[in-house]
C-alpha cells in the first residue's frame, strides 16, 4: 500500500510526523517529487487564476502523485493550538482538490483540528489505522515514533540552525545577518523560493528564519503585536519580526510572500509599519508562477549593498 504526500504546504512543517506515523504503520510513503516548471504548470492548469501561488502548487504535485500511489494524503488543517486556525485555503483544501482534478480517486482526506479536545491526534491517529486495518499496538507505537520524530525536527532547527530538510550550513561570523521570515512552504521550497535563502549565502549573509527562533521569544510577543492575528503560519511570520525588532539581533528583514495571498496583505502592511518604528530596514519580495530570476537578484544585491554600507557609517561613527 502506497500513501503519497505532496510536497507542497503542511508538508513543510509537519512531514517527519505523518511520514514516520505511515511508516511504522508499514505502509510505504510516496513524497511528490521536488518542485520543477512542470508541476507548476500542472497546478496552473487546474486551478483558478486568483488562487494564490502555494495552493497552485499543492494541486501540480498531486497530479504529480496520484497515478504511481495508492491514495494520495490531503490534509484538512484547521487547528494545532487553541489560539488560531490555518488560513481558510488550508481549511478547504480537499474540497478544492476534488473539485479542481476530478479524475483523483484515491484521496486520503483527514480533518487535523486538535483544538477539540486534548487526544484529537491520537484519535485520528487510530482511526487512519483501522482503515489501513492495523492493529492497536503497532498504531500506538507508529504514533509515538511520529511525535518523537516531530520533536526532533523541532529542536533540531532552534539548536542546529538548521532550515528543513536541511538546505544549508551556515557559518556565524558573516558580515550582515538577515531575517527571512515567510511561510515554510514558500521559504523551504527551491523553486518557488527563487531559492532566495541560498542566493544570500552566497553573498555572504547569516540567514535567519521562523523556525530559528525560539518558540518562547515568539510567544513573549503575544499581546506586544497590535493585532493578534487568526491564522498559525501568520502569527509564526509576524512574531518573529516583532520578536527581531526588539532585540535588533539582525541588521534588516526580508518578508518572502506569495501573490494572491489574503492573509499577507495584512502582514506584510502591519511589519512594514513597524519596521520603521524600529528602524529596521525591510524589504519585501512577491513571488508568482512568473517571477524571474534576474529581477530578484538585482534586488537582493541592492539590499544587501545598502546594508553593509549601512553598518559601515554606523562602525565608522563608532570608532
Ligand atoms: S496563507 Fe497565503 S500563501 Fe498560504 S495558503 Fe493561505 S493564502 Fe495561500
Not at 508499514?26 to 504548470?41: A, P, Q, R, W
Amino acid at each position: 500500500m502506497k500513501i503519497g504526500i505532496p510536497r507542497a504546504l503542511a508538508y513543510y512543517a509537519y512531514y517527519p510526523f505523518f511520514t514516520t506515523f505511515f511508516e511504522k504503520l508499514g505502509l510505504e510513503v510516496v513524497v511528490s517529487d521536488e518542485t520543477t516548471k512542470e508541476i507548476m504548470d500542472l497546478g496552473i492548469e487546474d486551478t483558478i487564476t486568483d488562487a494564490c501561488v502555494p495552493l497552485k502548487l499543492f494541486h501540480g504535485h498531486v497530479r504529480n502523485l496520484m497515478n504511481r500511489v495508492d491514495y494520495v494524503f490531503v490534509p484538512r488543517l484547521v487547528s494545532v493550538n487553541h489560539e488560531a486556525t490555518f488560513c481558510p485555503k488550508f481549511l478547504g483544501l480537499p474540497d478544492m482538490v476534488i473539485c479542481s482534478i476530478p479524475k483523483l480517486k484515491n484521496m486520503l482526506e483527514v480533518r487535523i483540528d486538535l483544538k477539540k479536545s486534548r487526544f484529537e491526534l491520537f484519535k485520528l491517529c487510530m482511526k487512519l489505522a483501522r482503515r489501513f486495518k492495523k492493529g492497536f499496538f503497532k498504531a500506538y507505537n507508529a504514533y509515538l515514533k511520529a511525535c518523537l520524530s516531530l520533536k526532533n525536527y523541532a529542536h533540531q532547527f532552534l539548536q542546529g540552525g538548521i532550515p528543513p530538510l536541511g538546505i544549508v550550513g551556515q557559518k556565524k561570523n558573516k558580515a550582515i545577518t538577515l531575517a527571512v521570515v515567510g511561510y515554510p512552504y514558500i521559504l523551504y521550497d527551491p523553486y518557488l523560493s527563487l531559492d532566495l535563502i541560498k542566493k544570500l549565502i552566497d553573498m555572504g549573509v547569516y540567514v535567519v528564519t521562523p523556525e530559528m527562533i525560539a518558540k518562547e521569544d515568539k510567544q513573549k510577543q503575544v499581546g506586544k503585536i497590535r493585532k493578534n492575528l487568526f491564522w498559525t503560519f501568520s502569527n509564526e511570520v509576524i512574531r518573529t519580526a516583532y520578536s527581531l525588532f526588539e532585540k535588533g539581533s539582525v541588521d534588516g528583514i526580508i518578508h518572502v510572500t506569495a501573490f494572491g495571498c489574503g492573509p499577507d496583505f495584512i502582514v506584510d502592511k502591519l511589519m512594514e509599519i513597524d519596521a520603521k518604528k524600529y528602524n529596521m530596514p525591510f524589504l519585501t519580495v512577491t513571488i508568482d508562477e512568473h517571477t524571474g530570476q534576474e529581477g530578484l537578484n538585482t534586488r537582493l544585491e541592492a539590499f544587501v549593498d545598502m546594508l553593509k554600507i549601512k553598518k559601515a557609517k554606523k562602525e565608522a561613527a563608532l570608532a
